[in-house]
T-cell receptor, first 112, second 113 residues
Framework: DTGVSQNPRHKITKRGQNVTFRCDPI?????LYWYRQTLGQGPEFLTY????????KSRLLSDRFSAERPKGSFSTLEIQRTEQGDSAMYLC??????????FGSGTRLTVV | GESVGLHLPTLSVQEGDNSIINCAYS??????FIWYKQESGKGPQFIID?????DKRQGQRVTVLLNKTVKHLSLQIAATQPGDSAVYFC????????????FGKGITLSVRP
């Protein structure tokens, strides 16, 4: 296992299109997190799963955003009807307990 | 250091000197703190952590100091190397039911050869 894997690394989409990102956590990690990072800022929490249960969602996660972790392993983050303000780096992290996050390299989304 | 807008504060140091990066955190209930390093195009990378019942922790070339009285965290890097050039973030974690890390805004460390 080489760490947290995110795909795609880069995504360019037209405004109004839907996009989906995938995160494969470290295999023995039962906790999975999604963060968003805009240029010059620290990562901002979006949502968190423990196994397949989505336990917390930020108010940043509007109705256009949905995240799933159907089998408690990989997770997907979908953004519907993308807007230019959605352009950011989307980071996934996983952990075994509350501490010790490992981050992936992120998916860079550009909405044109 | 705090940043406004798109411009991160920058700390410029000479190679071989020691670096000190400072962070003010906001939540007095936070019980765990982490320093992350982020290089361009990569996700944050764990450097060192400290729990609220400690005031100092040392790693390899790095030391974290915690002052809970003034809610201040610092990262000291000894003998700074060009490979240390990156953006550094402090993050705080409340623990318990609130399982998310809250990140500060980051400081750019630039190492002069």
């Amino acid at each position: 296992d080489t760490g947290v894997s995110q795909n795609p690394r880069h995504k360019i989409t037209k405004r109004g299109q839907n996009v989906t990102f995938r995160c494969d956590p470290i295999s023995e990690h039962n906790r999975l997190y999604w963060y968003r990072q805009t240029l010059g800022q620290g990562p901002e929490f979006l949502t968190y799963f423990q196994n397949e249960a989505q336990l917390e969602k930020s108010r940043l996660l509007s109705d256009r955003f949905s995240a799933e972790r159907p089998k408690g392993s990989f997770s997907t983050l979908e953004i519907q009807r993308t807007e230019q303000g959605d352009s950011a780096m989307y980071l996934c992290a996983s952990s075994t307990v509350n501490y010790g996050y490992t981050f992936g390299s992120g998916t860079r989304l550009t909405v044109v | 250091g705090e940043s406004v807008g798109l411009h991160l504060p920058t700390l410029s140091v000479q190679e071989g000197d020691n670096s000190i990066i400072n962070c003010a955190y906001s939540n007095s209930a936070s019980d765990y703190f982490i320093w992350y390093k982020q290089e361009s195009g990569k996700g944050p990378q764990f450097i060192i952590d400290i729990r609220s019942n400690m005031d100092k922790r040392q790693g390899q070339r790095v030391t974290v100091l915690l002052n809970k009285t003034v809610k201040h965290l610092s990262l000291q890097i000894a003998a700074t190397q060009p490979g240390d050039s990156a953006v550094y973030f402090c993050a705080e974690f409340e623990g318990g039911a609130n399982s998310k890390l809250t990140f500060g805004k980051g400081i750019t460390l630039s190492v002069r050869p």
